[in-house]
């Protein structure tokens, strides 16, 4: 209950700004990296918010954001946090680089909600890329990876 209404306010403030200030990104990825906060329930809100406010994210500062979510996706065991970090990944990056982030957690996966989380980027991604055959062969063998 305190995660989310910290998210709230969190968000409140990123509606000040036209670019996310670097000490907010700092605290959504201390959320992704810091098991004591990130496994409790609201951690995914904070990564929630800032897709929310992704046109004031700059590209140095959403790399950040992934490659937490890459070192860290893992250890996340709470499902909504596991399906937020994948939405993210997927609509956040274009496909190649999402495709790549996904080949690199699906390396590590242990848990149920995460293999679904990953499987449900694919399909966005996919979606977007209907006619994309490299993009679609490439979710095919990530399919393949966590099956």
């Known amino acids: 209950m305190l995660l989310e209404i910290l998210s709230r306010q969190f968000f409140e403030e990123l509606l000040n700004y036209e670019t996310v200030p670097d000490a907010y990104i700092q605290i959504v990825e201390h959320v992704l990296e810091c098991k004591d906060i990130f496994s409790l329930n ?6 929630y918010q800032i897709y929310a406010s992704l046109d004031a994210v700059s590209e140095p500062q959403k790399s950040r954001l992934l490659n937490r979510i890459c070192n860290n996706f893992d250890k996340y065991d ?5 399906l937020n970090a994948m939405d993210f990944v997927a609509r956040s990056f274009p496909a190649k680089v999402a495709l790549d982030a996904l080949e690199t957690v699906s390396a590590k996966v242990k848990i149920l909600s995460q293999k679904q989380a990953i499987l449900f980027a ?9 006619k994309n055959t490299d993009v679609l062969r490439k979710a095919g063998q990530i399919r393949k990876l966590i099956s």
């Open 42 to 47: 609201g951690a995914d809100l904070f990564l």
């Open 78 to 82: 709470k499902e909504m946090l596991c």
């Open 122 to 130: 694919l399909d966005v991604i996919e979606n977007h890329n209907k």
